[in-house]
Every structure is written in structure tokens, then in C-alpha cells.
């Protein structure tokens, strides 16, 4: 019998819950076949099982953000067994298969926005039509070549000069497509730089806390890698002015500031601060790991994160999270804008 996962852009998503039940009720190996990877919080349930990961991997695949190449790292070193496919043709399929009993075909690849936000459609599927779905998937597994940590180090360091041309060109994309469109979001969460200027009705600055946590594997900070990867603005107790972050609501600006560097990231909040005790199993665990620590954080759609060389060059105060909506603020504000948007 023949199941649909079907998304409406409601709260309720589906695809992920009907995936962690089939985890929790199936046995075997967990098979994935995807052409993007960025959400880890589903293979993290799936740790003690074999699984495995079949890929296609592309430059512009990292350049563009589709695909995280610290997400593919962590699962590498968690013991996911991962193929890459040969650019042509290319993989664009998305399937998920448990063990010889169930599997599903959707159009929504291995992402977050995938899983918690865009609005995707999937078949799940039963009896001889998994076999054939892992005769397919086997076929394709022999073809692949393994996944290694030093891969990706490589392809990281390739990449750098062309995600930053990529970031470039999406900024003057969105600026000349507010040129010849109007719009009207003034009660819409916005993925255009120009109109969260314009119109968000605060703005804050966090800091990535790139004193704490491990270093990943291409050399990046743990921690905000992330706030990156989860789509969040995080602090710890004890910080300076958490009564600035309690102000947050849905449509603020949000600057993520590096220390030593700068802001390099601009994004909208999408939700209000949240409090996570210290057992949560949601929180940014495995990098703070103070028992008495609660994680105050807030969810925010980074609009264009960049690294060092494309950072707006910024000294902060000594804080966590503060607000600069004031006038005292006025310059700084304009000054991110100006470089963000390239606005000179």
C-alpha cells in the first residue's frame, strides 16, 4: 500500500516525522540517495545503525551552500559510509530506504529547509518495489567512489575563491531584482537584503563564539559552523544584556559577528529566543557541554554568509548579543548595509 508525505508549508512537517518513525520501527541498513546534504539531526538518530550515504558532489554544490560539506564531515566521522557519483549524469533522485521493508521517494533531498520548511511531496513504498529500489541503489553504490575527510578538506579549500564570487553574485542578483519588481512584504519573512533593511524593526548582533568549542576537520570554528548548519543565533550563560536577545521577534535583523573579524553573516529572525535547559536533546550539545549551562538561542534565516576575506571588518564591544537598533547605531548599520548590499 502506497503512503503520501505531503507538505503545505504548515508547521507540521511530515517528511521528518514519518522518516524518524520508520528509523524507530524498521531494521537493516539505512540507505540515502540524495543530490544535497546540509541536516544532520536526522542521521543523528540513526548513528548505531549501517548507513549508507550515495551523493553527487559538485564545486558549485558547496559555493551555493546546497550542500555542507562540515555536515558531510560529521556524518563521515560518525560512520556513515558515503559513494559519490560521477558529475554526469548527474544524481538528482531522493530516496530513503529501511532495511527490505519500506522506502520513500520524495523530492526532498537530505536538507534542512528540505525538512522544515519547503513544501515537498513523497511516496512511501512497501514490499517488491523495495527490493527493486535496492537492486537500483546497489547498482549506482558500485559506480560511486568513497567519500574521504581529506576529500573534503580539499574541496573546501577549492572552493574558497568561488563561494565568495557565488556570494558576490547573489547580492547584486537580489539588488537588481528589486529593480524591476515591487513588493509587498511588510508582514512576510523576506530573503532580500534591501527590504530587511529597509524594514526590520530591530536589529542585533551575535557572536559566533569563536573562542569555545573544537575546530572542525577543514579547519573552521565548531561552533559556528553550527549556528550555520542549524540556522541559529546562539548564546551561554552567563553573557552580558540576555535581556537584549529576549527582545527578538520574528522579522529582526540579525548580524553574526565573528571575533577578530567582523560581521559575516546578515539574516532575519524566524522565531522569538527560545531557553533550552541543559538536558535538551535539541541543544548545540556536542560543543558546550557545561552541565549547568542552559542555551538561550534564536532560529534566523541567514541570508548571506560569507568567510573571512568577504566579512565586514567590525571591532565589537565586550558581548554576547546586543542590540543596535539605536541611533547611536545609525552609522554601523549603514555601513554593514553598504557593504552587504555593495552600496557605495
Not at 560512520?79 to 531522493?94: F, S, W, Y
Not at 541567514?302 to 543596535?324: C, H, I, M, Q
Request: hydrophobic fraction near 35%.
Amino acid at each position: 500500500m502506497q503512503q503520501f508525505i505531503l507538505e503545505d508549508g504548515t508547521p507540521q512537517r511530515r517528511h521528518r516525522q514519518r522518516l524518524n518513525e520508520l528509523l524507530s520501527s524498521t531494521k537493516g541498513s539505512l540507505r540515502i540517495a540524495t543530490a544535497y546534504v546540509t541536516d544532520r539531526e536526522f542521521i543523528k538518530k540513526a548513528v548505531k545503525r549501517d548507513t549508507l550515504l550515495l551523493i553527487s558532489l559538485l564545486p558549485m554544490d558547496v559555493a551555493s551552500g546546497a550542500t555542507s560539506v562540515e555536515t558531510l564531515g560529521w556524518m563521515l566521522r560518525s560512520g556513515v559510509k558515503c559513494q559519490v557519483l560521477p558529475d554526469r549524469p548527474r544524481l538528482h533522485a531522493k530516496v530513503y530506504i529501511f532495511g527490505t521493508s519500506n522506502a520513500i521517494v520524495t523530492s526532498a533531498n537530505l536538507t534542512r529547509n528540505a525538512f522544515d520548511s519547503n513544501i515537498e511531496v513523497g511516496v512511501e513504498i512497501n514490499g517488491q518495489a523495495v527490493d527493486e529500489i535496492n537492486r537500483w541503489f546497489d547498482e549506482l553504490w558500485k559506480i560511486g567512489s568513497p567519500l574521504t575527510i581529506d576529500d573534503l578538506s580539499d574541496l573546501q579549500s577549492h572552493t574558497s575563491l568561488l563561494r565568495q564570487e557565488y556570494s558576490k553574485l547573489k547580492k547584486r542578483a537580489k539588488n537588481d531584482l528589486l529593480l524591476t519588481k515591487q513588493h509587498n512584504l511588510s508582514n512576510v519573512l523576506t530573503d532580500s537584503l534591501q527590504d530587511l533593511f529597509t524594514k526590520a524593526p530591530r536589529f542585533f548582533v551575535c557572536n559566533t563564539d569563536r573562542r569555545q568549542g573544537e575546530r572542525t576537520s577543514t579547519g573552521g570554528f565548531a561552533l559556528e559552523q553550527e549556528m550555520y548548519n542549524r540556522g541559529l543565533a546562539t548564546a551561554w550563560e552567563d553573557f552580558k544584556y540576555p535581556s537584549h536577545m529576549e527582545r527578538v521577534e520574528p522579522g529582526d535583523a540579525i548580524f553574526m559577528f565573528a571575533k577578530g573579524v567582523g560581521i559575516i553573516d546578515v539574516g532575519v529572525a524566524t522565531a522569538p529566543c527560545e531557553i533550552l535547559s541543559p538536558n535538551n536533546p535539541d541543544r548545540v550539545r556536542n560543543f558546550y557541554n557545561e552541565e549547568n549551562t542552559k542555551e538561550w538561542r534564536v532560529p534566523v534565516k541567514l541570508l548571506t554568509w560569507t568567510d573571512e576575506a568577504g566579512a565586514y571588518r567590525y571591532k565589537s564591544p565586550n558581548a554576547t548579543f546586543w542590540d543596535v537598533t539605536g541611533s547611536d547605531y545609525d552609522e554601523f548599520r549603514k555601513k554593514v548595509k553598504a557593504h552587504f548590499l555593495d552600496d557605495i
